[in-house]
């Protein structure tokens, strides 16, 4: 090579070096990836007692027991759980009480029979209490003072069940005292529990027989406790609707809203109760549903009445009369506090322009405090106030301020603060209703404001409609608002992130971006955005509830993917008032209802059996929804000419079932369409089941928008098993007794026709079953009693050979049964919840979604379920991938989705298809939220999270650098050997 060569490369090979020395070194620390793709959300559920901290000077906490059976406690500036203990599950009332006083946390569940002391602080349980009475109603309970060297102290709990007075320790929790409240034979309710100021205790119980009886505790020391009872004749009590009370000076006030009355009597020495009317009292309307007394304070004189949902009055009781203090319209709830050695009675009221006010007045002169009121403006996706709790405190001027804890009607929590002045500030809230979902759906997000441009432009009406100078103006348009977005985008990135304007919610590239609609017991609609799990919206329908199995409805009928029409989504609820069905539309990517006359809805002159939506689209791409009543007629929403002429199109080609839980019957009906417009169900088949104590437990169709990609399997010689792919076959499992044994009865019956097509016994098996259903495959788990252990069984149907060589199917042709393989495993535990996971082709491998009880949500990739899984393997097994039998299935810690999270409660988990079809977006509910991304066969569509782009960016230009010296080392060799 010549002078001239070597002096050009040079300058080459010392960048290449350098750029080279540079690279080897480096090295990086990737993010990890736990929370970058999913979000957990705590909760507590519905509150149903709340009290402020006492063990310390300044109330940092707040003790909650909720309808959920939790006990929490919440940091009282932040609204985030300090602590939260989840207690036994299937109590219908939750937490009975919960009792505080200075560092004592006592709580109280399952009737009286589990009482707990804990740890105010942390939260640590301190001692228990296991009865075994199994009471069917909630019980009272009261700490029990007593006095040393002039200081009271907590000494011990009592608590009354139904049955049973107990008496614990207040330190270690042994029972002191039990007693029998009734004689035997007989039975009640319990009233309430009182502790006069002499130390002495009383208890309160309503017979069947219509009396009272009073019962009367005096501690004798050495001898415990001695009971002294009195029962007093009350033909006007019922232990389901009367209500009492114990004023200050031991007067017992009982309500009726039979009778429309309120009784008093002395609970020392009384004989016989003096009844007040309503009407006495000069009151001439209430609501008998409403009537409710509250205790003001304890040791007070005076009794709170509820006249309606917002209506109170004050009332000072004797043992003869009742006196009104004060009336209180237009109040929805009211609470007592102590500041400065005096009373305070807070109460919430209606204030104007949509305001609330919170004040309150000294119960010593009945007038009302100005410096107290504060106003907030008053969401109406919240509801009305249902509780408050307030914990005062004296400010730098000496002055009373407090902060107010709200409980919604939508199950929501609101923390108040006085600013100054008298307006009210909201510190926190939490959504609790979030805890008791009913429904769910994930929708997709609406395109970029650019993209809907390009959607207008190419839409259905842009050929018919409009002249070719138009639809240039518009190309240009369109490009213009590309340009000035593409601006947009760059002066975004060179602001802070403090700075960024929030933009409006846009669909992803890959469509994993979606809005999780939710429907809660409570009423209550949610939006979340399902990247962090914050609420985009919410609605409020106070007048609705579940049916009768706890569902509501909720369907999708027009997805973001028709545009220019917006999305839209239907409820059906039941209504509260008449128990009749109610419809409620929306659009599912705002909350708007898209009637706004009826924005709670519109309620049916008809009670609901059952809702679909029908696989047909109207001219404006919307799915019409069938509801079917009581009485087997047919209600289609929207009732459009349109959706008529689709049905008559599929006269008798709809299918629907229903399953009749009381008779344990199936029967399948054909929709048809008369020639005067009329719907109507035609019966097509009744099943009736063979063993008369079965009852059916679930009904699991396939589901209706699930893609199989594969349409068989093919073995070692080359030979294929076809998939038996019925759309309409329905599992359905049984439970019941025969010869006093336990029996679980899976059967597989086709929709269309009634054919059973296969069932299948468990002797010595019950449930709780979780069972699944997708393309050729059924999966459930339940418990094997014969052996004492969970287990897992799959089936997998097949066709025949020298069936039909179709690409549909048809139950109405005739074939032959199906090929059906099984095969069970032993689970290590039991579930709570099971879903299959879904893709938006079907090509992407199943993976079952298991929620455990200790709050792991797991997988379990289809192919571990193999019911063809051979004990002893053959070559022909292994080259198709089959795995030998085991018959143990162990969770691996490396399956859990939530990883060292417990996720409390899982009922349900709904799984959603994204636009790669390697991925599904998962949501676990219960009571906490849970959502993530899971990939079953990995992601084999989209590069991984920790590609080496530098690495591979350096390679490229590292070979661009050496073809331009290639290239020019080329030239030189061909211009010396031309000059040879």
């Not at 017992?252 to 004989?271: F, H, I, P, Q, R």
Request: proline letters at 5%; charged letters at 20%; glycine letters at 6%.
């Amino acid at each position: 090579m010549t002078a001239q060569g070597q002096g050009f490369l040079l300058p080459w090979i010392l960048l290449v070096s350098a750029f080279v020395v540079h690279i080897l070194p480096t090295s990086g620390m990737y993010e990890d990836q736990i929370g970058k793709f999913d979000w957990h959300q705590q909760y507590i559920g519905a509150v149903r007692q709340a009290m402020f901290d006492q063990s310390a000077p300044v109330s940092k906490r707040i003790f909650v027991g909720t309808e959920s059976n939790v006990v929490a406690a919440i940091n009282s500036r932040t609204g985030q759980l300090a602590w939260r203990h989840v207690q036994e599950r299937g109590d219908p009332w939750g937490v009975d009480v919960v009792l505080h006083k200075n560092s004592i946390l006592v709580t109280v569940c399952n009737g009286g029979d589990t009482v707990r002391a804990w740890d105010p602080a942390s939260g640590t349980l301190l001692w228990e209490f296991l009865g075994k009475e199994g009471n069917d109603s909630p019980a009272k309970a009261l700490l029990v003072e007593g006095k040393q060297d002039d200081r009271s102290y907590v000494e011990s709990v009592a608590v009354l069940t139904k049955k049973t007075l107990r008496i614990l320790s207040a330190v270690d929790g042994h029972e002191m005292v039990s007693t029998e409240v009734w004689p035997s034979g007989e039975s009640g309710g319990t009233a309430v529990l009182h502790q006069a100021s002499n130390g002495q205790l009383y208890s309160v119980s309503i017979s069947t027989q219509s009396t009272v009886q009073i019962v009367s505790y005096s501690h004798v020391p050495g001898k415990g406790y001695e009971a002294v009872k009195r029962v007093v004749a009350a033909g006007w009590a019922s232990p389901q609707s009367t209500q009492c009370v114990v004023t200050g000076d031991n007067i017992l006030v009982c309500s009726e809203a039979s009778t429309n009355s309120l009784y008093t009597m002395s609970l020392v020495d009384g004989s016989t109760f003096s009844a007040v009317t309503l009407l006495s009292l000069g009151f001439n309307s209430w609501q008998p549903d409403s009537l409710a007394l509250k205790s003001v304070q304890v040791g007070r004189k005076e009794v709170l009445l509820r006249l309606a949902k917002d209506h109170f009055v004050l009332l000072q009781a004797t043992a003869s009369t009742l006196t009104v203090l004060k009336d209180f319209p237009d109040v929805y709830t009211t609470t007592t506090a102590r500041s400065q050695e005096r009373d305070i009675m807070f109460f919430v009221k209606k204030g104007s322009k949509d305001e609330l006010v919170v004040t309150g007045f000294y119960l010593e002169n009945l007038k009302e405090d100005q410096a107290l009121t504060q106003m907030i403006a008053h969401q109406p996706h919240f509801g009305s106030p249902q509780q408050v709790t307030v914990y005062t405190f004296l400010k730098r001027d000496s002055s009373t301020g407090y902060r107010a804890l709200l409980q919604m009607e939508d199950q929501s929590l609101l923390m108040l603060q006085q600013l100054q002045g008298n307006q009210g500030h909201v510190m926190w809230q939490r959504n609790e209703a979030l805890a008791s979902i009913s429904a769910v759906d994930q929708v997709d997000l609406p395109v970029s404001e650019t993209e809907s441009k390009f959607e207008e432009e190419f839409g259905e009406e842009s050929e018919e409609d409009l002249s070719v100078w138009q639809m240039f103006t518009r190309r240009i348009t369109t490009q213009l608002e590309q340009l000035k977005d593409l601006a947009d985008k760059f002066e975004e990135y060179r602001r802070p992130k403090a700075k960024q304007v929030e933009k409006q919610l846009e669909r992803d590239p890959f469509n994993l971006r979606k809005m999780i609609v939710v429907v809660t017991s409570a009423g209550k609609l949610y939006g979340l955005d399902s990247a962090n799990g914050d609420v985009v919206w919410q609605y409020f329908l106070p007048n609705i509830q579940c049916f009768s199995q706890g569902e509501m409805y909720l369907f999708v009928q027009r997805t973001t993917a028709h545009f220019p029409h917006p999305p839209q989504a239907m409820l059906v609820a039941q209504e509260k008032a008449t128990g009749n069905g109610l419809v409620f539309t929306f659009n599912p990517t705002t909350g708007q209802p898209v009637n706004t006359s009826f924005a709670w809805g519109t309620p049916q002159p008809f009670k609901v059996l059952q809702a679909n939506l029908l696989p047909v689209m109207n001219n404006h791409h919307l799915h019409p929804v069938m509801i079917v009543d009581s009485d087997h007629g047919v209600h289609i929403f929207p009732p459009s000419p349109s959706v008529l002429s689709v049905l008559k199109k599929n006269n008798g080609k709809i299918f629907l079932h229903a399953a009749d839980l009381a008779k344990s019957t199936l029967t399948g009906f054909s929709l048809t369409t008369l020639q005067d417009g009329k719907v109507e169900l035609s019966q097509a088949w009744h099943l009736s089941l063979p063993i008369p104590s079965q009852r059916i437990v679930s009904v699991v169709p396939r589901r209706a928008n699930e893609h199989v990609h594969s349409q068989g399997r093919v073995l070692s010689d080359r030979s294929v098993m076809y998939k038996y792919l019925n759309p309409n076959l329905l599992a359905v499992m049984t439970e019941g007794i025969e010869r006093d044994v336990p029996l679980l009865t899976l059967y597989l019956v086709d929709a269309v026709t009634g054919q059973v097509v296969y069932s299948m016994q468990h002797k010595r098996a019950s449930g709780p079953v979780h069972l699944v259903h997708s393309e050729n495959w059924v999966v459930y788990h339940y418990w094997n009693g014969k052996f004492r252990r969970h287990e897992v069984t799959v089936l997998e149907l097949f066709e025949s050979q020298g069936d039909r060589n179709s690409t549909t199917f048809s139950s109405l042709s005739t074939q032959s049964l199906p090929l059906v393989l099984q095969q069970a495993y032993i689970f290590p535990t039991g579930l709570t919840a099971m879903a299959v996971s879904n893709t938006e082709r079907g090509i992407t491998a199943r993976s079952l979604l298991l929620a455990l009880p200790n709050g792991g949500l797991m997988t379990l990739p289809k192919n571990i379920l193999d019911p063809r899984r051979p004990i002893i393997p053959t070559k022909q097994h292994q080259e198709e991938g089959v795995y030998p039998y085991i018959p143990e299935l162990h969770i691996n810690p490396m399956t859990l989705l939530t990883y060292n999270q417990s996720v409390e409660g899982i009922r349900g988990i709904h799984i959603g298809a994204a636009g790669l079809e390697s991925t599904s977006v998962v949501l676990a509910y219960g009571l906490d939220l849970f959502y993530t991304r899971i990939m079953p066969s990995q992601m084999f569509d989209v590069l991984k999270e920790d590609f080496d782009y530098f690495f591979i960016s350096s390679i490229l230009l590292g070979l661009v650098m050496a073809t331009l010296i290639t290239h020019r080392l080329a030239a030189m060799k061909t211009l010396n050997r031309s000059w040879r």
